[in-house]
């Protein structure tokens, strides 16, 4: 079944963006409420529950043991999973993850693991044979817009949340986080820009572009989505204003 | 014997009376015992049972008036979204209120697809296929103005009693406020800033459908925008 | 983790409960945004989260049933919500879990309402602490009601099992794990109706009978704590 934004509704939106307004009520550079719950699931080694305006997501971080890779034998594996679970979304259907689920988990791997903001270099046991995996696993419970950010700023306070499995394998002090990769979605509709798209204005948008940043505003990913296109000046204009939030919802992580 | 009081709230299964009572909506009969099937507030006129729905998703009707959403075409007409389990159908005879011959006419301009029309629910078979038609002033597709959706039971509270919400919605706005029974009102006016007063009064209609007091706020808040808009 | 000498020590379980006693229990109704109802319950340690979607227009067609609603339930665990992370998808415990479950709704829905519709049941758990089949049941039946889905009554449900040869209500982890018995009745506590019931292990006919009593008054609590939780959340909207 599929989202239908009514004609209605579509002009309604492209004209409120011509003022600089938004359905509800926000500027174009303001994000919904945010809340980042952190440690409500005992059973995983971290977790986290965000919400994003209506958006909520959670986020549990496994430990376990695993065979490394065979050309890097020391090293300790990542794997972000994302499922968007039909209760989400009357358009979430159930089976294996599709192109949505797919994208969205690699594009927060992508952020997690080019800003190296865990040392998996830390995380051999047996060299060749065992070694640590990190499960990043992302449960996404409701869909008002914007999962990517959503499920970027769980991941992250998940991984700063995580108590080490109860093993006599693991022989770290503590659980190596060197950065805060934090993602920020932009939308185009028509030619403005605007941050932390809804539901509705994500069914109608031109084009959109995310970009994780760390603390020191180097960029670490990006990705751009929908059927329309970005200007090279628009893309600029994106960067300034995700710089800008990111640091905000940075202030959300412990 | 009625075992609840008017305007009681009542959940799934609990008794609301025994003896032989007239039945309404959102109730069920168990030999002797008449128990509420919904979530809702207890209506009791007389001899009748009612049971009011707080949630539910719109079923239609015959006679109901509806906005639907286009989302396919047909050799002769369109299939409408109502907000609904069930679609609905439109002729192109019965938009344009007169036969079409379909082999020299060719029907593809008057709607497209995310086009939102008003339509009255023509009939509703036992297999729930759903006919509708716009033949009346004020039917057919939406120009302009802006769409709201809200829960279909909470359309009798933005129509009030006798018509009296609306009416305070339209007077006092200048706007007109068409309603639809499956949830969707669609605001049409000159005045951007009056028209957004309707949308958030109904948003507040929709938040406070049964408490008391609401058609004096709803006028507070028509009338601070009113005056906001600076004259 | 090695079985415990006992499971019971002087009438009392190893979590301080009596042996008819239920676990902590938190129902609430209407927590998700976009599902037509939803319910969010903890027992114990449990944490289940259930939303429901329908009566809404069925696809594929040729699935449609001409003059009745079509139920439909899915059980599904978290990857995270088990100590040992459980690989994303189906498998065949909730499967049977699934199919358990939208039996013990069919008997008090009024699916004849809703011709050619379907109505979608999701059941996520997102922390395990057994007991997860009944808790998803409690929170369905709850999400049911909040989405104004008719039925003739809330179904409630609580496992039952036998421990160091007696029988207890709610069965906790450790319980579970090395118990010998284990119950889950789902029940409509109105009319005493059992709409799920499943065992594994060994009770004698007496046994059984005496599990069974103390089912119902475990879903008697239930049922009103689910109860409760709907009023709670419509009660706010009324005067």
Not at chain 1, 21 to 47: C, H, M, W, Y
Not at chain 2, 140 to 165: A, F, H, T
Request: negative net charge.
């Amino acid at each position: 079944m599929c989202e239908i934004v009514s004609s209605v509704k579509r002009d309604y939106i492209i004209d409120l963006a011509k003022q600089g307004k938004r359905v509800d009520g926000r500027t174009l550079d303001q994000f919904r409420d945010v809340s980042v719950e952190v440690g409500p699931i005992k059973s995983a080694n971290g977790s986290a529950q965000v919400r994003l305006g209506n958006t909520r997501v959670l986020v549990g971080v496994k430990i376990e043991h695993a065979e490394p890779f065979p050309d890097t034998p020391e090293s300790g594996v990542l794997i972000v999973n994302a499922e968007l679970r039909p209760l989400a979304s009357p358009s979430f259907e159930l089976g294996p993850p599709r192109e949505k689920a797919i994208e969205l988990a690699r594009v927060v791997d992508r952020g997690i693991r080019e800003s190296e903001a865990i040392d998996l270099e830390k995380f051999g046991i047996k060299p060749g044979e065992d070694v640590w995996a990190v499960f990043v696993d992302i449960h996404v419970l409701d869909h008002d817009g914007n999962l990517i950010d959503a499920s970027a700023l769980g991941a992250i306070a998940a991984l700063l949340n995580v108590k080490p499995p109860e093993d006599e394998a693991w022989s770290l002090k503590e659980f190596p986080i060197r950065k805060r990769p934090v993602a920020v979605t932009v939308s185009r509709i028509n030619d403005k820009l605007m941050v932390d798209p809804c539901l509705d204005e994500e069914s109608m948008m031109d084009a959109r572009l995310t970009i994780t940043t760390t603390e020191d505003g180097s960029i670490c990913a990006m990705q751009k989505g929908g059927v329309g296109y970005l200007s090279r000046e628009q893309i600029e204009q994106a960067y300034q204003l995700v710089r800008m939030k990111a640091a905000e919802l940075r202030e959300h992580l412990r | 014997m009625i075992h609840v009081h008017d305007r009681e709230l009542v959940v799934p299964g609990q008794l609301i009376a025994e003896g032989s009572y007239r039945l309404q909506e959102g109730t069920f009969r168990e030999g002797n015992q008449v128990y509420s099937a919904v979530v809702g507030l207890v209506d009791l006129r007389g001899r009748e049972i009612n049971v009011i729905p707080l949630q539910g998703r719109y079923i239609p009707s015959r006679g109901d008036l509806v906005i639907g959403v286009v989302i396919d075409s047909h050799y002769s007409g369109w299939i409408f979204d109502l907000n609904s389990p069930y679609t609905g159908n439109l002729f192109v005879s019965d938009l344009l209120h007169r036969k079409v011959d379909l082999n020299r006419e060719d029907i593809s301009g008057y709607l497209n697809i995310g086009d939102v029309v008003i339509a009255m629910v023509k009939d509703v078979d036992e297999r729930m296929r759903v006919l509708l038609e716009t033949d009346a002033p004020g039917m057919g597709k939406v120009e302009g103005g802006e769409l709201v959706e809200i829960s279909p039971v909470k359309v009798p509270r933005v129509l009030g009693r006798k018509g009296s919400m609306l009416n305070t919605l339209q007077d006092a706005t200048g706007c007109r406020v068409s309603v639809g029974q499956n949830g969707r009102i669609i605001i049409e006016g000159k005045d951007q800033r009056m028209m957004n007063a309707v949308v958030e009064a109904l948003l507040m209609i929709e938040r406070e459908a049964h408490t008391s007091g609401l058609t004096d706020r709803v006028r507070l808040l028509l009338e601070k925008a009113k005056s906001v808009g600076g004259n | 983790m090695e079985k415990p000498e006992k499971l019971i020590v002087d009438g009392k379980r190893l979590d301080g409960r009596a042996l008819d006693e239920l676990r902590p229990i938190k129902i609430e109704a209407g927590v998700l945004k976009r599902a037509d109802g939803s319910a969010y319950v903890e027992l114990g340690m449990n944490k289940v989260l259930a939303a429901v979607y329908g009566p809404r227009e069925m696809h594929p067609r040729h699935d449609q049933q001409p003059d009745t609603a079509v139920l439909r339930c899915y059980y599904n665990m978290a990857p995270f919500s088990v100590d040992d992370r459980k690989r994303p998808g189906p498998d065949r415990r909730s499967v049977e879990i699934s199919k358990v479950t939208r039996e013990a709704f069919e008997p008090v829905m009024f699916l004849e309402l809703y011709p050619r519709s379907v109505i979608d049941v999701f059941i996520e758990v997102l922390e395990a602490d057994a007991g997860t089949r009944t808790a998803g049941i409690n929170a369905a039946a709850v999400a049911l009601a909040d989405a104004g889905v008719p039925m003739r009554d809330i179904i409630s449900a609580v496992a039952v099992g036998k421990i160091d040869g007696t029988i207890v209500l709610d069965l906790a982890k450790e319980e579970d794990q090395w118990g010998t018995t284990d119950m889950p009745v789902a029940l409509m506590p109105r009319k005493k109706m059992i709409t799920l019931l499943q065992m594994d292990g060994h009770f004698t006919e007496e046994e059984f009978k005496q599990a069974l009593d103390m089912a119902f008054k475990g879903c008697e609590q239930i049922y009103e704590v689910q109860r409760q939780a709907l009023r709670k959340k419509y009660a706010v909207k009324e005067e």
